[in-house]
């Protein structure tokens, strides 16, 4: 038989009371955090999962950002472009007046002096930003795209897509491209036919008028109306991305829910439940306090008292 001496005692006591003690940390550590998982080693498995939430929630949660600028950036353009929608309706009307020929030569070169101030509107509407982006430039963002005598278009931006990521592995371009624009602003070549940018095609304009040139005066209407629907197209396809925008990001706050309710489950602690088993590890460790005054063997000191 194994002897169990006053010493072995002391240690087993000693070892009980320090789980009972531990026991009681941990749960008393869920109810101050209200989490049930504090440490890695409280859940390996929980952690991982726990961790890989969070990376959800965070790249959502850009994913939202990006697509609130990008749905900001495209509402200035399409505000720029109602600006310049409404220039070329002006530019309509004063172009239907110059083409009559009841008009003397004065009225004529006011009708000329108006259609060249709204004309130096459109390069300022040009080079509209967003932030510290140039709307209408390309990629080029920094740098205003109108600049005068900058080149004979006196054009520096370019026509390429500036892209933002609204969710892994796709992107959208935010801007209007060369091919969306159909090069509004300036001129470029349509099969052998030089289609004219809108600078150009005003500045012709207003020579004409000056000149009392009629029938230039007049086709010139058809190519205010193909600007005209240019312009529709590029609103059109601004309107068609903002939808598609609004949808995304509003399966991306629906998805962030989601992920939210199952980080809660996985790191929010029962408080109920944390208080109970609280109180019965306090119970317990009364307890081994307890039994343990009574089973440890009176010792010589306290014979000699």
Known sequence: MIRVTNHMLVNDLRRNLNTNMRQLEHYNRQLSTTKKLNLPSDNPAGLVKSLRLRTNLTEGAQYINNIGETINFMETTDSALDNVN????????????AATGSNDSSARAAIADEIEELNQQLTMIANTTYGTKHVFAGTNVTEPPYQEGANPDNW??????????????????????????????????????????IFNLLD??????????????????????????????????????????????????????????????????????????????????????????????????????
């Open 156 to 197: 520096v931006g370019n026509g390429q897509p500036l892209e933002m990521e609204i969710g892994i592995g796709v992107k959208i371009p935010i801007n209007l491209t060369d091919e969306t624009m159909n090069y509004f602003f300036t001129d470029h070549d349509t099969g052998g036919d030089t289609k004219q940018g």
């Open 86 to 97: 409404q220039i070329l309706h002006r530019v309509r009307e004063l172009t239907t007046k």
């Open 204 to 305: 012709s304009l207003v020579t004409d008028i000056r000149a009392g040139n009629l029938d230039e005066v007049s086709a010139a209407l058809g190519d205010i109306d193909a600007k005209l629907d240019d312009l529709l197209y590029c609103r059109s396809t601004i309107g068609a991305k903002v939808n598609r925008l609004e949808l995304q990001k509003n399966r991306l706050e629906s998805t962030q829910i989601s992920f939210t309710g199952l980080l809660s489950q996985n790191e929010d602690a029962d408080m109920a439940e944390v208080i109970m088993q609280l109180k019965m590890q306090e119970n317990v460790y009364r307890a081994s306090l307890a039994a343990g005054a009574r089973i440890i063997q009176p010792s010589l000191v306290d014979f000699l008292r």
